[in-house]
């Protein structure tokens, strides 16, 4: 993902003290060595968009459209999320970052949305750090009156964090949530990323007037930007946002136009995010043949060959920039990971092509996007460290970890009141 390295068929790649010091061929060093033969050597998967506190809701809402979710999960009092207990955010995190691990994603940009109290957010946090997965944590705090969410009254808990923040942290925190000028101005001051959800034209239009207030710019990563006018792409485009795409939630709750082919048109930096597995798969395999078939089902060149506007058909390389190097940037942190550059931190995937699935390999990009799986994730770095290995995770007891994620969904279903299996649809209107 480095132009400057290149691909290599055969080659080495040198860390010392969690950093990328050299990659090419035949590097000679006093090392440790981890046998890499029969391997696809990546950067690690970047997830610019996720809500891990929901991992024990798996599936929860599969066959739902957006209203279904959106009213059953935070509307009343007895909605789903308003049942976390800061126990169930920690195990909910914890699961959530050690499935991204296990699939090869090594950086999960996290926007908690339940941070009701600043213990859930600490438990949120607390989760996180112990899976050793790196994260960007967007605390999502409401300010006022934001129907259907309750107040996440604690904005400027902000400041806790940065001011607690551990040395050598693989989370870096930031603020998100919605399109709200209060929270776009805390982040300018405090010059912090955002990561924000722009759901449709509406919340489009409400970009086009903050940039008339001077709020917007490069640090901004815009969610989902579904439907949007051709005004406020322009802004995003002018501001030199960031653009994150869900296609699997998006397709699965109907949410709109997707925002890819206008990302694309505009050179505008497109990443992947699984937003909540309440809703769609975590692994990115799914989410960059999905992005990858929704481009090409709506491309068809053949047909059209003499039409200008016919968009180009994406190539597979596109899609793995993408879930690597986009991800990086609309993470905010590509100055550290989404590519295998000297001077990085090693966050590294290894990928078996020794089985069925994968092998023999004659387009390394095109056996990693639409042949393989998370069977095939071997091995995983993140900052050096080998999280997991041989297939399986380091140090992890994953059946302890799945024993507390089912109490946690039986308690908050409970508590909710609502069916804890869905049988067929859960559909309110
Ligand atoms: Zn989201």
Redesign the pocket.
């Known amino acids: 993902m480095d132009p400057t390295v290149g691909d290599l068929e055969v080659g080495d790649v040198l860390i010392e003290d969690g950093e990328i010091m050299a990659v090419g061929r035949d590097l000679a060093a006093e090392a440790a060595e981890l046998d890499c033969s029969g391997k696809i050597v990546l950067p690690g998967f970047v997830n610019s968009?996720?809500?891990m506190f929901q991992t024990a809701l798996r599936s929860y809402w599969a066959d739902a459209l957006d209203l279904d979710y959106f009213m059953q999960s935070r509307f009343g009092p007895d909605a789903l999320f308003h049942q976390y207990t800061p126990d169930d955010v920690y195990w909910g995190e914890l699961g959530g970052a050690l499935e991204n691990l296990a699939a090869g994603t090594t950086t999960v940009v996290d926007?908690s949305?339940c941070s009701y109290t600043p213990e859930h957010t600490d438990a949120a946090l607390d989760g996180i750090r112990q899976s050793g997965l790196r994260c960007v944590f967007s605390l999502s705090p409401c300010f006022g009156d934001h129907e259907p969410d309750p107040s996440y009254a604690h904005p400027h808990d902000i400041h806790r964090l940065l001011s607690a923040r551990p040395a050598d942290d693989l989370v870096h925190p930031a603020l998100g949530y919605h399109v709200d000028d209060e929270l776009f101005r805390l982040a300018r001051d405090l010059e912090l990323p955002v990561f924000a959800?722009v759901n449709d034209a509406g919340s489009g239009h409400h970009l086009e007037t903050m940039d008339a207030e001077g709020l917007l710019g490069p640090w901004i990563t815009y969610?989902?930007c579904l439907d949007l006018d051709d005004t406020t792409w322009k802004v995003i485009e002018r501001t030199g946002g960031k653009v994150s795409i869900?296609v699997m939630?998006e397709q699965t709750l109907a949410m709109g136009r997707p925002a890819l082919q206008p990302a694309l048109d505009r050179g505008i930096s497109v990443s992947l995010?699984s937003?909540?597995v309440s809703i769609a798969p975590v692994d990115f395999f799914s989410q960059m043949r999905a992005t990858y078939l929704l481009q090409r089902s709506s491309v068809p060149v053949l047909a059209h060959r003499d039409d200008p506007d016919t968009p180009a058909p994406l190539h597979i390389r596109d899609v793995l920039r993408m879930a690597t190097l986009g991800g990086a940037q609309a993470a905010q942190i590509d100055h550290l990971v989404g590519s295998l550059t000297p001077g990085k931190r090693a966050d590294i995937v290894l990928l078996n092509t020794r089985t069925l699935n994968a092998g023999p390999v004659h387009h390394a990009a095109g056996t990693v996007v639409q042949m393989m799986d998370t069977s095939n994730v071997d091995t995983v770095l993140v900052d050096g460290r080998i999280v997991k290995r041989d297939g399986r995770l380091v140090g992890v007891d994953t059946g302890n970890v799945l024993d507390h994620l089912t109490r946690s969904a039986a308690g908050v279903i409970s508590r909710a009141g609502v069916p804890s299996i869905v049988l067929g649809s859960c559909r309110t209107r």
């Open positions: 968009h996720h809500h926007t949305q959800h969610i989902h869900s939630a995010g937003d909540a």
